[in-house]
Every structure is written in structure tokens, then in C-alpha cells.
């Protein structure tokens, strides 16, 4: 696999790494704004947890600054599970994207 496909924060340094995990949400209700996407992911993840079964596959898509990483954290969070973050623009051919999903478990 690419290892290019992976965002990485390496270009961050331990500073800023820190002042990130102190700034990010962690949960729905430290999020702001979003409140119609934010009430669907909360119904969403409820349903999920009473079913005892994992969510489906989501995407977040919208332009800079919306909150879609953060978002995306949080229901990693929410769910008690891991996440693995790519970018769009790392993602050339569709090969590219098959073997990200190959990869995770």
C-alpha cells in the first residue's frame, strides 16, 4: 500500500500536536455548529449501540473547515472504536482507495 495515503500530522510539530488535542471536541456535545448533521450522527450512533452491531461506512464531505475531521474523531470517540484518517487529494486512482479499505483491519 501507499504509505502516501495516510494523513500524518509529521509536519506538525509537538506543540502544535498538544494545542490540537487540547482545542478538538471529543464528544457531540463539546461540538459547535453542524446541529442538523450532529443530531442525525447522535441518532445514528444510538442506534448502532442498542443494536449492538457497528455503524455503516459514513462520509463527510464539504469544504475546508467544516468540521469533517473533527467530526469523524468524535464518532470514532462515540463509538468506542478506532479511525483512520486519508485525504481526498491523496487518492489518485481507485486502486488507491482499495487498498486503504484492504487494509484496515
Do not use: Y
Amino acid at each position: 500500500m501507499n504509505e502516501n495515503l495516510e494523513a500524518s500530522k509529521d509536519h506538525l510539530n509537538p506543540d502544535e500536536l498538544d494545542i490540537e488535542k487540547k482545542l478538538r471536541p471529543i464528544t457531540f456535545d463539546d461540538f459547535t455548529g453542524q446541529d442538523q448533521a450532529l443530531e442525525n450522527l447522535k441518532i445514528f450512533v444510538k442506534a448502532a449501540n442498542l443494536r449492538d452491531e457497528a455503524l455503516d461506512h459514513t462520509l463527510f464531505h464539504g469544504p475546508p473547515g467544516l468540521g469533517k475531521t473533527t467530526l469523524a474523531h468524535i464518532l470514532a470517540n462515540e463509538l468506542n472504536t478506532h479511525i483512520k484518517v486519508t485525504s481526498g487529494p491523496v487518492l489518485d486512482k481507485p486502486g488507491d482507495l482499495a487498498g486503504l479499505l484492504t487494509n484496515l483491519g
